[in-house]
């Protein structure tokens, strides 16, 4: 996706471990490993990239309803109807 992973000098994961809230918890070694990132960091970054090859994001938009139909996407979102090829929501 054109993420510069091997700039940002992340932290490598070889560990797992997945706790309830009740407190239990499992472990697992990760054999092929992992890295640790931040979830804002890395959205904040793929808008950025997607913004730089012409992609229209919108924030802040509440969505009421998706419809697809012949190989389009209506999205109705903040009062306005969108038609588009392809919709990815996050």
Do not use: M
């Amino acid at each position: 996706l054109g993420l510069p992973l091997a700039n940002w000098q992340l932290p490598i994961i070889k560990n797992l471990e997945v706790s309830s809230p009740k407190g239990t918890t499992i472990s697992a070694k990760l054999p092929l490993g992992g890295i640790g990132i931040s979830r804002h960091f890395l959205d904040n970054e793929l808008v950025q990239i997607a913004r730089n090859e012409g992609v229209t994001v919108l924030e802040k938009h509440t969505v009421t309803g998706i419809n697809f139909s012949e190989n389009k996407f209506t999205i109705s979102a903040n009062q306005k109807t969108y038609e588009v090829d392809i919709c990815v929501g996050s």
